[in-house]
């Protein structure tokens, strides 16, 4: 947690002014057990009715620079808190822009989520009261006891006798209570992967009818859950009451013996009652400390994994130096690439090695789980070579700045991704200062303009999230559109017409071959119809490479091929 709380540096100031102010509001929380001495000993067995008086608004004084000093504290502490909350999801929000797919894979995005919203307002919560309680209760628990034995010395030895006591209740149950509500951080966690993998998975959970297995998993999460939550309050329950009873307890021990003392006339009834207000007020403040231990673990168990997220370190970094490609544009080869995803047991690719030119379609095909997506990842440097190299004109990707090595890519992802937000924003996405001419044009191109004028807002249209209100091969075409405007080097469409029908299929292609005219075009495919016309067809088995060359060559010299060929043809004429 101390780590976490680094990031307080420039809050250092209103910690001292919370400092400050707990401190006054300690000193008046000690004092009017004092002042309420006087008025005993002095105002009312003297019947000093001024005494009394004046006296009587010198504690409303003092207790009102108290409650101001209290309230102050509290209001300032709780912005340094949200102010670390904010600290913390940007500092994460940031550092993961930085991860590679390496490291999103390892974490998974619905725990970054967590990470991010969730275990951030558990440290906030507890920062508030740790910033209100962690001075306040054992100063004043302290300075009660010295006021308290400067009062009456023999007395203070009940405190002696039920402070341990207490101390040994309260560590019997915090240890008991502890290790369960770190169980209930694990559980609500449980909780949350359920419920995303339900709401996001909806679909296929009706299509499937597995609406009742869902549910009996959600329960079991939940039961699971709600039955340490129950183990636990059975445990905390006993905490109040045995408090209480101590409280009470230590009250009788001090009144009794101390009326003894009193009528022995060795100790004054101001003492008695300033007494009773300081072993209330010593009381008080070791429950407060308690209750802070409730929260501490949780706060510690979310302060590791935040930590956790910011201590990893992005496994893709740019170069010290990076080189730029100068003269060469839209070169791509891959020099004996070989790749493995971590914890695989076999590499995705293995000796992999082609290159394409400007001007040239490269396609590349092969059979599910091929590695054809592997490869373009390979490209923007999403991921890095185990063997070989990844050569963008001329320079190793991993000597150039990732920046300007994806400012030369046109990349249309195997799955649409779009942002909230209007049709035009979208594909203004690549290039911000793109003008109307070239949305329309680049729309045009990828055969959306048509959709896109059939709506009542056009291009004004705003998305739902992730583009929910349209068709797949909607999607995939306004994603087109998006690369198209950027006019990179180097398109890459990972098998981005597969949801577009045959026709429409065809002619974003005719287009295309305009439009990308000089620049170089990857397309990964599964339709052989998508991959026959390319300059070049890289055909993936395994992740290897079966055979590179054109349509008739493959057809010729590739047994792949001639496969994929065969039963996409026979698959048609049986439709
Ligand atoms: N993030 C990942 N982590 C681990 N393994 C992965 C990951 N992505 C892909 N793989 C594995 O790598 C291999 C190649 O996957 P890839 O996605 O490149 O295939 P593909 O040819 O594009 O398949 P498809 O046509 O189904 O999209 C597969 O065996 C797959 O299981």
Same mark, same amino acid.
Do not use: W
């Given at each position: 947690m101390l780590k976490i709380y680094k990031n307080l540096k420039g809050y250092i100031p209103h910690i001292c002014v919370i400092l400050v102010l707990i401190f006054a509001q300690v000193l008046t929380d000690l004092y009017l057990p004092t002042l309420m001495s006087d008025i005993v000993n002095t105002?009312?067995?003297?019947?000093?009715?001024?005494?009394?008086?004046?006296?009587?608004? =010198?504690? /409303?004084?003092? +207790?009102?620079?108290?409650? *101001?000093?209290?309230? #102050?504290?509290?209001? &300032?502490? $709780? @912005?340094?808190?949200?102010?670390?909350?904010?600290?913390?999801?940007?500092k994460i929000f940031r550092h993961v822009e930085k991860f590679s797919l390496h490291e999103f894979d390892k974490f998974g995005s619905?725990?970054?989520?967590?990470?991010?919203?969730?275990?951030?307002?558990?440290?906030?919560?507890?920062?508030?009261?740790?910033?209100?309680?962690?001075?306040?209760?054992?100063?004043?628990?302290?300075?009660?006891?010295?006021?308290?034995?400067?009062?009456?010395?023999? =007395?203070? /030895?009940?405190? +002696?006798?039920?402070?341990? *006591?207490?101390?040994? #209740?309260?560590?019997? &149950?915090? $240890? @008991?209570?502890?290790?369960?509500?770190?169980?209930?951080?694990?559980?609500?966690?449980k909780i949350n992967l359920v419920l995303r993998e339900n709401l996001t998975g909806i679909r296929v959970i009706r299509a499937f009818n597995r609406i009742g297995h869902e549910n009996a998993r959600f329960d079991e999460a939940n039961q699971d859950?709600?039955?340490?939550?129950?183990?636990?309050?059975?445990?905390?329950?006993?905490?109040?009451?045995?408090?209480?009873?101590?409280?009470?307890?230590?009250? =009788?021990? /001090?009144i009794w013996f101390g009326s003894v003392r009193v009528d022995a006339g060795s100790m004054n009834i101001g003492a008695l009652a300033a007494f009773i207000q300081y072993a209330a007020l010593i009381l008080i403040n070791f429950i407060m400390l308690a209750m802070m231990f409730i929260f501490i673990p949780r706060a510690q168990a979310a302060s590791e994994r935040i930590?956790?997220?910011?201590?990893?370190?992005?496994?893709?970094?740019?170069?010290?130096?990076?080189?730029?490609?100068?003269?060469?544009?839209?070169?791509?080869?891959?020099?004996?690439?070989?790749?493995?995803?971590?914890?695989?047991?076999?590499?995705? =690719?293995?000796?992999?090695?082609?290159?394409?030119?400007?001007?040239?379609?490269?396609?590349?095909?092969?059979?599910?789980?091929?590695?054809?997506?592997?490869?373009v990842n390979l490209i923007p440097r999403f991921y890095d070579v185990d063997e070989g190299q990844v050569l963008v004109d001329g320079v190793d990707v991993r000597e150039q700045s990732q920046k300007e090595l994806r400012a030369k890519i046109g990349f249309v992802p195997q799955k649409a991704i779009l942002f909230t937000g209007t049709i035009t924003a979208n594909l203004r996405y690549g290039k911000k200062d793109a003008t109307d001419e070239e949305i329309t044009h680049a729309s045009e191109i990828a055969q959306a303009s048509g959709f896109v004028g059939e709506m009542r807002e056009g291009y004004?249209?705003?998305?739902?999230?992730?583009?929910?209100?349209?068709?797949?091969?909607?999607?995939?075409?306004?994603?087109?559109?998006?690369?198209?405007?950027?006019?990179?080097?180097?398109?890459?469409?990972?098998?981005?017409?597969?949801?577009?029908?045959?026709?429409?299929?065809?002619?974003?292609?005719?287009?295309?071959?305009?439009?990308?005219?000089?620049?170089?075009?990857?397309?990964?495919?599964?339709?052989?119809?998508?991959?026959?016309?390319?300059?070049?067809?890289?055909?993936?088995?395994?992740?290897?490479?079966?055979?590179?060359?054109t349509h008739e060559e493959m057809m010729k010299t590739c047994e792949v091929y001639r496969e994929i060929v065969s039963s996409q043809l026979s698959e048609e004429e049986l439709a």
């Open positions: 105002g009312i067995m003297k019947e000093d009715v001024n005494y009394i008086l004046h006296m009587g608004g =010198l504690m /409303i004084g003092v +207790a009102g620079i108290g409650i *101001v000093c209290a309230v #102050v504290a509290v209001m &300032i502490g $709780s @912005r340094v808190a949200i102010g670390l909350g904010g600290i913390l999801r940007s619905s725990t970054l989520i967590t990470r991010t919203t969730n275990d951030i307002i558990q440290i906030q919560t507890v920062t508030i009261l740790i910033i209100n309680m962690m001075l306040r209760a054992p100063l004043t628990a302290i300075g009660g006891i010295i006021l308290a034995y400067r009062e009456d010395k023999s =007395l203070t /030895i009940i405190f +002696a006798i039920a402070l341990p *006591v207490l101390i040994a #209740v309260i560590a019997i &149950i915090m $240890s @008991r209570a502890m290790p369960l509500f770190k169980q209930v951080q694990k559980k609500l966690d859950l709600t039955r340490t939550y129950i183990t636990v309050n059975r445990i905390m329950a006993f905490l109040m009451p045995v408090l209480m009873l101590a409280l009470n307890v230590m009250q =009788l021990s /001090i930590s956790e997220v910011l201590e990893t370190a992005p496994e893709i970094l740019d170069p010290a130096e990076p080189k730029h490609a100068d003269g060469e544009q839209g070169y791509v080869e891959f020099r004996n690439v070989c790749f493995s995803y971590q914890g695989a047991e076999r590499p995705a =690719l293995s000796g992999v090695s082609f290159s394409a030119k400007p001007g040239e379609t490269t396609a590349i095909i092969g059979g599910t789980g091929s590695g054809k997506s592997t490869l004004d249209t705003v998305l739902a999230e992730g583009g929910l209100n349209l068709s797949g091969g909607q999607k995939q075409r306004l994603s087109i559109a998006r690369a198209l405007v950027r006019r990179p080097e180097i398109y890459v469409f990972d098998d981005s017409f597969s949801a577009l029908d045959f026709k429409t299929d065809a002619r974003l292609r005719a287009a295309l071959k305009k439009e990308t005219g000089d620049a170089t075009v990857l397309i990964v495919a599964q339709r052989v119809g998508t991959v026959m016309g390319a300059d070049r067809i890289i055909v993936l088995d395994d992740g290897k490479v079966a055979g590179i060359g």
